[in-house]
């Protein structure tokens, strides 16, 4: 991890000085997982993101947040190039994956190393264990015996296999809208990625469902870098170490959670926290 704080890594409002320094430095790639640099995002000629850098730390959580419309999600699928699956798109920039440029790597292997859950799940109208299997098999990873394992560990990791374990060759769509969602966490797990990115997971949860999720990514934290878009700000408080919030396009301000809604550094931000935005 190398002997940088965890300061050192988020500091504060993007263009600040600070920000810009330790940016420029440039060496905190021991403990940044993913650092992304003057983002300009386009559908067709219209442009959606303007100049966003954001560094995201490794095996933290961390969650953007911003009022609908302001590209967030636009923003999480250029973080595994899965922007370049919609016609008439154009990025400038740059994104590193462990300080390597995401564009000169194979895209396979980087959405492989940077998985993605939706808001809506999407289980395959397949059994519990081909759902969770399925990466593994489309990748050739592994044989039958090295699968069961795979698929086993990935329902622990997405805490679903003590509710799934006597059924597992049922139908995905047996699942609870909330088991679905763990089961669309645990397929994403089963590849082993470095990096999850989530879209608003929980916007069609109950709250039961969105504490487990909650709870589960705190556990997975420990293994793998977590992204989360969120339009729940007290999910966002709860589960993320760094929170960067999005207005029309631009990162407004970027730092630790508890100083985000504490302490943020700007009107907007605090606008929108307390709910004045309008
Ligand atoms: N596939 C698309 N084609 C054209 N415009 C899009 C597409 N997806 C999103 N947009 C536009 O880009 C902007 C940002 O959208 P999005 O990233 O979905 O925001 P958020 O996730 O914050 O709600 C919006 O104005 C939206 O209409
Ligand atoms: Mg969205």
């Known amino acids: 991890m190398g002997n940088l704080t965890e300061s050192n890594v988020i500091t504060g409002v993007p ?6 320094q330790d940016f420029e430095k440039g060496v905190l790639q021991s403990t ?7 983002l300009n995002f386009y559908y067709g000629p219209r442009q959606v993101l303007f100049d966003v850098s954001l560094n995201i730390a490794d095996r933290k959580i961390t969650a953007l947040i911003g009022p609908s419309g302001c590209g967030k999600s636009t923003f999480l699928r250029t973080l595994n190039r899965l922007h370049e699956t919609i016609h008439g798109t154009r990025m400038e920039g740059e994104v590193l994956l462990d300080g390597q440029n995401i564009l000169e790597l ?35 990873m592994g044989g039958r015996g090295l699968i069961q394992e795979i698929v086993e560990k990935s329902l622990h990791r997405a805490a679903l296999w003590e509710e799934v374990k006597d059924h597992i060759h049922k139908s995905a769509y047996s699942l609870s809208g909330g088991q679905q969602q763990r089961l669309c966490i645990a397929r994403a797990l089963a590849v082993d990625p470095e990096v999850l990115l989530l879209d608003e997971p ?14 589960l990514l705190m556990d997975l934290a420990s293994t793998c870098t977590i992204v989360i878009v969120t339009h729940n700000m007290q999910q966002a408080a709860r589960v993320a170490d760094h929170t960067g919030f999005f207005l029309l396009g631009k990162l407004i301000e970027f730092n630790k959670t508890d100083i985000i809604f504490k302490n943020p550094a700007r009107k907007e931000t605090e606008d929108y926290i307390t709910g004045r935005f309008g």
Not at 15 to 20: D, I, K, L, M
Not at 106 to 125: A, C, E, L
Not at 208 to 215: G, L, R, S, V
């Open 32 to 38: 940044l997982k993913i650092s992304v640099s003057q």
């Open 15 to 20: 263009g600040s000085e600070r920000f810009v």
């Open 106 to 140: 194979d895209v396979v292997r980087v959405r492989r190393r940077v998985g993605m859950v939706f808001q809506k799940s999407n289980p395959f109208p397949k059994s519990i264990f081909e759902n969770v299997a399925y990466g593994l098999k489309i990748n050739k």
């Open 202 to 215: 929980c916007s069609a949860l109950d709250p039961i469902a969105t504490a487990k999720i909650e709870d």
